[in-house]
């Protein structure tokens, strides 16, 4: 006997029934209590109240999905919140002088003789004054307050006043897209290899002024031992030093780049800044 009291599977002002129980139950949402064709082991399910009860299943299962979303949603945000915390401590306590000393002396303890670390012996008066800024045109126009006025009167060829020295070919370009600012009297190049020849660079340097480099270790040494970037007018080398990759990695804390940014310091910016003409900027 049915519960419902009325013949719930026909359709109004019709006396036939849907057809079999499965057919009721596609189009009413329901099944019928008597068993159906089932195999002899397997086992029937049954539930208190069959529409009631599929529909408060149903929705115990879209909460249940509903939450797993939100918590997955929730996770990235507080990933990047912690990333984002790290990069402003890292901010704060910005590298000095010290630590690139402590950095190169450590990299070459054991490797040179006595009279080789005296020569890459560097004065805390071989770097500029610190400065405590997140934004690169605040930061060179605080220790090269008068860049813009020298650019102007610069127009020696493939000789740089500036060299700043990144970690990466995109980091380079982020680097030359915040310095904006400078673009109108400074004219800024690219030193770094990704789809740039060599071959490209020496006849770019050779017939153009160049105020401003923004390279990497390699390409920049590169380009001093083949001649094609000259040293003479170098005022200021700006290491990106404080910047962290997508694994909070510093251009120091990768051992290939540090091999390459000490061995363009030891042969050829060590030297100008004994003679006085360069010095060291930490960004």
Request: overall charge positive.
């Amino acid at each position: 006997m049915d519960d419902l009291g009325d013949t719930w599977w026909e359709e109004a002002g019709d006396e036939k029934p849907l057809g079999d129980p499965k057919t009721r139950a596609k189009f009413c949402g329901t099944v019928s209590n008597k068993p159906s064709h089932t195999k002899p082991n397997e086992k029937r399910v049954e539930t208190k109240g069959d529409v009631k009860g599929m529909s408060s299943t149903k929705r115990k299962m879209k909460k249940k999905d509903l939450e797993m979303n939100i918590a997955k949603e929730e996770k990235l945000p507080n990933k990047k919140r912690k990333i984002k915390q790290h990069h402003t401590v890292s901010a704060i306590k910005r590298g000095k002088a010290e630590d690139f000393v402590n950095s190169l002396n450590n990299h070459y303890k054991g490797k040179l003789s006595s009279v080789e670390m005296d020569e890459i012996h560097l004065p805390e008066s071989a770097f500029a004054p610190y400065k405590s800024t997140t934004s690169l045109p605040c930061y060179l126009s605080k220790v090269c307050p008068k860049l813009m006025d020298t650019c102007r009167d610069h127009t020696i060829k493939s000789e740089p006043l500036v060299l700043i020295v990144c970690s990466s070919a995109l980091r380079c370009l982020d680097v030359i897209r915040n310095l904006g600012a400078f673009k109108e009297r400074c004219k800024i190049t690219k030193l770094f290899a990704k789809h740039i020849k060599m071959e490209e660079q020496q006849k770019f340097l050779s017939s153009h002024t160049v105020h401003v480099g923004v390279g990497t270790p390699a390409r920049i040494t590169a380009l001093m031992v083949k001649g094609f970037l000259k040293t003479s007018s170098l005022q200021y080398v700006v290491i990106d030093w404080n910047w962290q990759d997508q694994k909070l990695r510093r251009l120091v804390d990768i051992p290939e780049l540090k091999v390459e940014l000490f061995e363009l310091f030891r042969s050829f910016v060590i030297p100008l800044v004994h003679t006085n003409s360069t010095c060291i900027a930490l960004f």
